[in-house]
């Protein structure tokens, strides 16, 4: 709850890049569109941190298609930097383009080097969860995150979907 503040600006930055559309199928869309009318409000913002904890547990009800995914926040202080999502295991769907781990940094704080801190912390958790390699996928254009996969042992596997495929060690 300390981070309420700056998580509702952090998602007003992600909104004022085209976030949350109607086409946005990553993490950070598909949470805007669902509950991102109602973060501002303490009681509901607490509602939603509730319900992303829920979403690690297997017995939890999620949308079709979806997996198990543990989510951790990246902050400093008060700052809400970024998030990420480990998803447990792979789908059909996740195998070609979503991969085990996605990740999001707020605008105004890329280029700082949080995403690569942020994968680099993931790892440990992922091995955690049984996952000995995981799938990160990255737009073949953004070079930005595909240099976060490879500084963090990447190894390119093929691009499919639209996606570069990466595994990533996880011990």
Not at 88 to 100: A, D, I, K
Request: net charge positive; with cysteine; hydrophobic share 40%.
């Amino acid at each position: 709850m300390r981070v309420h503040r700056s998580f509702v600006a952090a998602m007003a930055e992600f909104r004022a890049e085209g976030r949350g559309s109607s086409g946005d199928d990553s993490m950070i869309g598909a949470e805007l569109r669902r509950f991102g009318r109602d973060w501002v409000v303490p009681e509901n913002f607490a509602g939603y941190v509730d319900w992303l904890r829920s979403q690690a547990l297997a017995e939890s009800p999620r949308p079709d298609g979806w997996v198990p995914s543990t989510t951790l926040w990246w902050i400093q202080d008060d700052d809400y930097l970024g998030r990420l999502a480990i998803r447990h295991r792979l789908t059909p769907r996740l195998r070609e383009v979503g991969g085990h781990i996605g990740y999001d940094v707020r605008p105004s704080a890329r280029r700082r080097g949080h995403a690569t801190a942020m994968l680099r912390a993931a790892l440990p958790v992922a091995y955690r969860l049984g996952i000995e390699s995981a799938l990160v996928t990255c737009d073949p254009d953004n070079v930005a995150s595909r240099k976060v996969i490879e500084s963090t042992g990447g190894i390119l596997a093929d691009q499919r979907g639209g996606k570069l495929r990466f595994w990533v060690p996880t011990a």
